[in-house]
């Protein structure tokens, strides 16, 4: 999106005049401003506020709402499925003159046993909005049960990954219930159990080291159990095993082990390193066979193999601040070689700014390091943090509304209300035609019968 607003500008008048046509395919009709992900899993800000809408924010270009199957470059083709929810899908065949290929990454999953069945990711916005639901669903649980058994591994939290996402994403949630447990007569804070878990010998492996281990002393102050140099074994029967032997029942696992290109290219014809991503030039064009500029196609941000100068060439890492730096210039490439033809003289090549990097420990709290390459703690990092993320934020409206969000979560306390009968919002209505447990046909809810038990709701 960051690169078709940039195109739409500086097209403008090719586009008013038919000479240009710019063309969006996203399989979602928004983008989903990853980065504040964790605060919406906390309640800081509502969820529609970090996702902007494609239309609204590029007027001049044609969105289409599909996923794209298959790119023949060799030919300028591509093609695409656009479908309803349930729907058979629709095909649709698209020309082109110019490529652009930023799909992105999809989470990178291991075939641990139990996984697939139990653990959740933290890659959109409804799976932050359900692990949100999911954790407050588990405190009531474990107020109600008897078992002790059962509420212990309802108030057990395994977190895989200490990645930005990962690391954000515990201390977020952490931070919440924490919060929550106060309306609780017979839960504390003392009996909820956080466990992060790391393969490498260090958390935030994009950070300093000294902000690095300064994150892990907090999480360890806060009695998160950080496991370093450990893998997730299996979690089958919602038992959590780690390769360093331990072994316990959790009923939370939520998987943040690093991302992956998009599979989606894998099905076209255009040039792959062995990771699966675009081998770009330094000006973000695909590298051809011939080891030069591949005409007609440009890449940019996960799915794009990048050389970074700063880390002797081997490609950038996967990160929003790359990606959003790489639009803006790819752009800026791609207009001047519409205007003076591929070899024209102001090609750029990418040469990133100093990492300015933060992540959220919860409120007040949070770590960050400036392009001067300064290092903040606390309270000023994490406003430092939020004023980096509201800058950055593409849509002015949305800048307006998360900035509205986290004035009100300073005046008033924290909502902590789970909402996840919105994720089966059928389940009320198929209970009343006898489909829930001990529900007899025809019944309402002014029997009480069409509510099903709180085993049946969804974890």
């Not at 977020?172 to 017979?186: K, S, T, W």
């Not at 360890?220 to 159990?225: A, K, L, P």
């Not at 390193?273 to 005409?295: K, M, S």
Request: one cysteine or more; aromatic letters at 4%; a neutral charge.
């Amino acid at each position: 999106m960051s690169a078709a607003l940039h195109l739409q500008r500086g097209l403008r008048e090719r586009i008013r005049s038919g000479d240009a046509e710019i063309t969006v395919v996203e399989p979602r009709s928004h983008l989903t401003y990853h980065p504040l992900l964790a605060e919406v899993a906390a309640g800081s800000i509502d969820p529609r506020h970090v996702v902007v809408p494609l239309r609204r924010a590029l007027p001049h270009c044609r969105v289409l709402t599909a996923r794209i199957t298959r790119i023949e470059h060799a030919t300028r083709r591509a093609w695409a499925d656009a479908a309803g929810r349930g729907e058979p899908p629709a095909p649709v065949e698209l020309d082109y003159d110019v490529l652009v290929v930023a799909p992105g990454s999809v989470s990178r999953t291991d075939p641990v046993p139990g996984l697939a069945e139990h653990g959740l990711g933290f890659s959109t916005v409804a799976e932050a909005v359900g692990l949100r639901n999911h954790v407050l669903e588990q405190l009531d649980l474990a107020s109600a049960t008897r078992d002790p058994a059962l509420r212990q591994a309802a108030l057990t939290f395994v977190f895989v990954g200490a990645g930005y996402a990962g690391v954000g994403a515990l201390a977020e949630l952490e931070d919440m219930a924490r919060h929550a447990v106060r309306g609780y007569h017979n839960v504390g804070q003392d009996d909820l159990r956080w466990v992060l878990v790391e393969a490498t010998d260090r958390i935030l492996a994009e950070e300093s080291p000294e902000l690095a281990a300064h994150t892990l002393a907090q999480l360890r102050e806060r009695s998160v159990d950080v496991r370093l140099r450990t893998t997730l074994e299996s979690a089958a029967g919602r038992v959590v095993a780690l390769s360093d032997g331990s072994r316990f029942a959790a009923r939370t696992l939520v998987w943040t082990a690093g991302v992956r290109p998009s599979p989606l290219l894998r099905d076209t014809d255009l040039p792959l390193d062995t990771l699966g991503r675009i081998r770009c030039l330094p000006t973000l064009q695909a590298v051809g066979p011939d080891g030069r500029a591949l005409p007609g196609v440009w890449a940019a941000g996960d799915g794009a193999a990048v050389p970074d100068p700063r880390a002797g060439g081997a490609p950038c890492a996967p990160n929003a601040q790359h990606a959003f730096a790489q639009a803006e210039l790819l752009a800026d490439n791609l207009l001047v070689s519409l205007d003076g033809g591929p070899r024209a003289a102001g090609i750029a090549e990418y040469r990133p700014d100093r990492a300015a990097c933060s992540t959220s420990l919860g409120l007040h709290r949070a770590v960050a390091h400036t392009r001067r390459g300064g290092r903040l703690t606390g309270r000023r990092a994490w406003w430092l943090h939020r004023a980096r993320h509201l800058n950055r934020l593409p849509s002015g409206d949305r800048k307006v509304r998360v900035l509205m969000d986290w004035l009100l979560g300073g005046v008033f306390s924290r909502e902590v209300v789970s909402l996840g009968t919105l994720e089966h919002p059928r389940a009320e209505f198929e209970a009343g035609f006898g489909n829930g447990p001990g529900n007899g046909r025809g019944t309402g809810p002014e029997t009480g019968s069409g509510r099903g038990t709180a085993d049946d709701r969804p974890t």
